[in-house]
C-alpha cells in the first residue's frame, strides 16, 4: 500500500460490492465534493463503447460515440451540482502521451466542458511521492468516504477498497486539492499536446 494511505484499514469489495456502494454513497456527497486523483497511463474499459471503437482501431467512431455521449454527460453534472456539490479531478499525464491516455483525455475534455473539471498534472510534479511505487487511483466523497480503485493486471477494474477513517480521508483529500490548485486546466493542456497528435492504432489483445 502507497505512503500516502500509511497502513490504514481498509474494508476490500468486490467489483458488484463496491458499484453498489459507490453508487449509495455518491449523490450524498455534500461539502468539500467528490476529488479524483487518476495516476495510471493504460486501462481497458470493455463496457465503454468508445472504448470499444477505440481498442479495434475505429479512431473516428471512438470521438463520435464520445460526441454522443454529451447529453449525458450535461445532465449527470448537472444532477451532482442540483445535489449540492461538485466533481473535480487530477489526472497525472506522462509523456509521450501513450495511446490509451490519449483517448481518456478526449472523454475528460467532455466531461470537463460539461461540469467534471479536471486539472493535468505532469508525472514530474509527482515523483517526490512515488519513491515506494505509483500514487494510488483514489476519490474522496465528502469527509467520510473514500475509495481506492484496484485494478487487475491487464488494466481492467476489479476491485475497491474503502476507507473511513476521517483523518486518512482529509489528508488524500489535501494531497489531491494541492495537486489540482497547481495543474493546469485540462482544455489548455488539450490544445497543447493533445489536439495535434495522430490518431492512435489498434489495441493489441492481452
Given at each position: 500500500?502507497?505512503?500516502?494511505?500509511?497502513?490504514?484499514?481498509?474494508?476490500?469489495?468486490?467489483?458488484?460490492?463496491?458499484?453498489?456502494?459507490?453508487?449509495?454513497?455518491?449523490?450524498?456527497?455534500?461539502?468539500?465534493?467528490?476529488?479524483?486523483?487518476?495516476?495510471?497511463?493504460?486501462?481497458?474499459?470493455?463496457?465503454?463503447?468508445?472504448?470499444?471503437?477505440?481498442?479495434?482501431?475505429?479512431?473516428?467512431?471512438?470521438?463520435?460515440?464520445?460526441?454522443?455521449?454529451?447529453?449525458?454527460m450535461r445532465d449527470y453534472y448537472g444532477r451532482i451540482a442540483d445535489s449540492g456539490f461538485a466533481a473535480k479531478r487530477v489526472r497525472v499525464v506522462e509523456e509521450p502521451v501513450t495511446d490509451y491516455l490519449q483517448w481518456e483525455l478526449h472523454v475528460l475534455r467532455a466531461r470537463d466542458a460539461n461540469g467534471g473539471l479536471v486539472r493535468v498534472i505532469g508525472a514530474e510534479?509527482?515523483?517526490?511521492?512515488?519513491?515506494?511505487?505509483?500514487?494510488?487511483?483514489?476519490?474522496?466523497?465528502?469527509?467520510?468516504?473514500?475509495?481506492?480503485?484496484?485494478?487487475?493486471?491487464?488494466?481492467?477494474?476489479?476491485?475497491?477498497?474503502?476507507?473511513?477513517?476521517?483523518?486518512?480521508?482529509?489528508?488524500?483529500r489535501r494531497f489531491i486539492v494541492d495537486l489540482y490548485t497547481k495543474g493546469e486546466p485540462l482544455q489548455s493542456y488539450f490544445d497543447r499536446r493533445v489536439v495535434t497528435l495522430p490518431a492512435p492504432g489498434r489495441v493489441p489483445e492481452a
Open positions: 500500500m502507497h505512503e500516502l494511505l500509511r497502513g490504514a484499514d481498509f474494508e476490500w469489495l468486490p467489483l458488484d460490492s463496491y458499484r453498489e456502494d459507490f453508487e449509495r454513497h455518491f449523490w450524498h456527497t455534500g461539502s468539500p465534493g467528490f476529488w479524483k486523483l487518476e495516476r495510471g497511463q493504460y486501462f481497458q474499459e470493455p463496457e465503454n463503447d468508445s472504448w470499444q471503437a477505440f481498442a479495434r482501431g475505429d479512431w473516428a467512431k471512438s470521438l463520435e460515440l464520445i460526441e454522443a455521449q454529451l447529453p449525458t510534479m509527482v515523483g517526490e511521492w512515488e519513491t515506494s511505487g505509483p500514487l494510488p487511483e483514489i476519490y474522496t466523497l465528502g469527509t467520510e468516504l473514500m475509495y481506492e480503485a484496484i485494478y487487475d493486471e491487464t488494466g481492467i477494474l476489479d476491485s475497491a477498497r474503502k476507507f473511513t477513517a476521517r483523518e486518512v480521508i482529509e489528508r488524500c
